[in-house]
Structure formats: C-alpha cells, structure tokens
C-alpha cells in the first residue's frame, strides 16, 4: 500500500526559483559537448592540485583524475564522483566543474572513467566502480587524504553505481575493498528503483542480468548500508523522485540511515550543474554535498 507522503523520510528545501531560460542553458550544457568545455573554462584551478591519468585497473578507461587543494593541512575527506550517461556515455574530463568546486570546499575528489556500454553490459561498469573506489581507498594517504572518511558520490547512472556500493557489500569486497570503509553514499537523481524497463537502450545494458530484480538497489537492501543522502530534483521527469522515496524507506524500514532532499522546480541536469559557480542558484548541492562529507555522519540531518 502506498505510503501517505506526509510519512515519507524526507525534508523540502527551497532554494531560490531559477528563471527558467537558465535552466534550459544548463541542461544544454551537458547535452552537447562544447558547451560543457566552456562550462568547465570557467572553472579555475588555481590553488588546486590536479593528478590526471592514474590508473586503477588494466582497461584503457581504468583511469582516475584527482583534485586537491594544494595547500590544505590534511588528511582531508575523500570524496569519488561517479558521473552518469545511462552507463552508455560519459568522461571524467567533463566533471572539472563538479571536482575542481568541491576541492575548493576542503575534500580531495576523485572523478573515474569505467567502461560503458556496448563495451561492457551489466555488470561491468558496477566492477569497474568497486576497483576505482578500492583502489582510491588505498592510495589516499599519498594524497594528504583520509581513508577512514571515504565517500562516494554520483549523478544519474553514476548515483545507481554509487548506491549499488552501498546495499550491495559483494563488489567494493570482489574488488579487494570493503563496503564498511565507507563513510557515507551521496546520490544524485539517481534510479533505484526503475522496473520495468521501459527504454531499449536500457533495456539492452541490463541483458545480460540473469534477474532483472536484482540490477535493482532497493532490491538489495540489508540496512548494513553507509549512511545514505539522496538528493533529487522534484522536477526531474528522465528519473522520477519517487526513486529516492523508495530507496530511503527500504533503508529506513531495514533499520539503516538515509535522508532524502528534495528541490522543488530542478530537473534532471539541473541538480548536477549547481556544483558549477555559474549555476550555483539552482540548487545548493555542493553545499548540502559538502555538510554531509564535514559533520559527524552519525549525527547529520539536512536542516
């Protein structure tokens, strides 16, 4: 039976109305490659230090960037970014406007290639995801980071793999890490929660799953998870907010942490292009990104 919304573990923010013109600039931005380069011209990394390439597997997309500030006393909180594209597109380069802002906020952040659809179907990329984290978890401390404050965090697709991490402690252990490092799991307009598959293309990725139930996060759920904050555009109409409702009440029934925010008037890309300074009006994101990563986690809430 359908829960009455008043019930519902989650708290309304409202932050300033954008215009809507802007709003359909910035979801142009990520739609076509050259606006996101001039978006991400506007990012300076001045003050940051940027180590590109590092590999983390034997794939040519096995490769990380991290950005850290260049002259914070550490060990800083670790922050990987798991950017989306339907598991089917997506590179790190484009996420300087996401990293480069959070670093300047006092976290190392690491932003990972994985491979992509029709190079891999599930569950490839989620592999790929569990060998960057632990990978990230042991190579933190050469970077002034802190291991014992490790999150993950990802939009979109990205906010499934990083969900998947926490419900599911088989692939952060398969990859020689383990899910109990994690301090806490941030998701993005994520899809937990999106049987039947209604897409081809979607369809397609998920094939080769013997059980589609259990390509599902809420399906996994065993209430052993990281403390959980899902941010969501209440406008977003490409991955329904009802996805992070009903991750967070299966956590919460399963006796786990989750916090849901929702964003009234923020779409799908919208949520992702608040961590830029340019479109910081949308929604304050890096900000509710940055409290969850700096408080006692055990303590958090999004008031």
Same mark, same amino acid.
């Given at each position: 039976m359908?829960?009455? +919304?008043?019930? !519902?573990?989650?708290?309304?923010?409202?932050? &300033? $109305?954008?215009?809507?013109?802007? !709003?359909?600039?910035?979801?142009?931005l990520l739609a076509r490659h050259p606006r996101i380069e001039a978006l991400n011209? $506007?990012?300076? $990394?001045?003050?940051?230090?940027? !180590?590109?390439?590092?590999?983390?597997? *034997?794939?040519?997309?096995?490769?990380?960037? =991290?950005?850290? *500030?260049?002259?914070?006393?550490?060990?800083?909180?670790? =922050?990987? @970014?798991?950017?989306?594209?339907?598991?089917? #597109?997506?590179?790190?380069?484009?996420?300087?406007? =996401?990293?480069?802002?959070?670093?300047?906020?006092? &976290?190392?952040v690491v932003v990972p290639d994985y491979r992509l659809f *029709?190079?891999?179907? @599930? *569950?490839?990329? !989620? +592999?790929?995801?569990a060998l960057a984290v632990a990978a990230v978890q042991r190579?933190?401390?050469?970077?002034?980071?802190?291991?014992?404050?490790l999150f993950v965090a990802g939009h979109s697709?990205?906010?499934?793999?990083?969900? &998947?991490?926490?419900?599911?402690?088989?692939?952060?252990? +398969?990859?020689?890490?383990?899910?109990?490092?994690?301090?806490?799991?941030?998701g993005l307009a994520g899809p937990y929660d999106f049987l039947p598959i209604q897409d +081809?293309?979607?369809?397609?990725? @998920?094939? #080769?799953?013997?059980?589609?139930?259990l390509t599902q996060p809420v399906h996994h759920v065993d209430g052993r998870n990281p403390p959980l904050l899902l941010l969501h555009g209440a406008a977003d109409r490409v991955c329904y907010p009802r996805n992070s409702l009903a991750l967070a009440t299966r956590v919460r029934a399963a006796g786990g942490r989750a916090e849901v925010r929702l964003y009234p008037g923020v779409g799908h890309i919208g949520i992702v292009l608040g961590f830029a300074p340019l479109f910081g009006f949308i929604s304050p994101v890096a900000s509710d990104l940055r409290r969850f990563v700096q408080s006692p986690v055990a303590s958090f809430t999004c008031d």
């Open positions: 359908r829960q009455p +919304e008043d019930a !519902l573990p989650y708290r309304i923010h409202l932050p &300033m $109305t954008p215009f809507r013109a802007s !709003l359909r600039l910035a979801a142009g011209a $506007t990012i300076a $990394t001045t003050g940051l230090t940027v !180590l590109r390439d590092l590999r983390y597997g *034997p794939d040519p997309r096995h490769l990380f960037d =991290v950005y850290r *500030p260049a002259a914070a006393a550490g060990p800083l909180p670790v =922050v990987v @970014f798991l950017y989306g594209g339907a598991w089917q #597109s997506g590179r790190r380069q484009d996420y300087a406007f =996401v990293a480069a802002p959070l670093a300047r906020r006092g &976290m190392i *029709p190079q891999v179907r @599930f *569950p490839g990329f !989620l +592999e790929d995801a190579a933190a401390p050469g970077w002034g980071g802190d291991a014992t404050r697709a990205g906010a499934w793999l990083a969900a &998947m991490l926490a419900v599911a402690p088989r692939w952060l252990a +398969e990859a020689g890490g383990d899910r109990a490092a994690l301090s806490g799991v941030v +081809e293309d979607i369809r397609a990725v @998920f094939s #080769s799953a013997p059980d589609l139930r």
